[in-house]
């Protein structure tokens, strides 16, 4: 199993919700931000706390943690 040194939990902040380490930003803001800000630099410029390494962690972690159910979309 893949150790993730900068995903933490902390049940008193944020619920729970894993976060980048420890601080109030959530795995799951992280991959949305990444979708919101596909330019590296425009990211980077918005959350200039984040590393690039905690952006890798943040994706890698959602990517192993997703369920692997059907999910149907409407078409377009």
Same mark, same amino acid.
């Given at each position: 199993?893949? !150790?993730? *040194?900068? =995903? !933490?939990? *902390? /049940?008193a902040? $944020?619920?729970?919700? @894993? !976060? %980048?380490?420890?601080?109030?930003? !959530?795995v799951?803001? +992280? +991959?949305?931000?990444?979708a919101?800000? /596909?330019n ?7 959350? @200039?706390?984040?590393? @690039?390494? *905690?952006v ?13 159910? %059907? =999910? +149907?979309?409407? $078409?377009?």
């Amino acid at each position: 199993m893949k !150790t993730f *040194d900068r =995903i !933490t939990r *902390d /049940p008193a902040m $944020l619920g729970g919700q @894993p !976060t %980048v380490r420890g601080m109030r930003l !959530t795995v799951r803001r +992280v +991959v949305e931000a990444v979708a919101l800000y /596909p330019n590296r630099d425009d990211l980077f410029a918005e959350y @200039p706390e984040l590393e @690039p390494e *905690d952006v890798r962690q943040a994706l890698e972690f959602a990517a192993q943690n997703l369920d692997d159910r %059907v =999910i +149907v979309l409407e $078409l377009a």
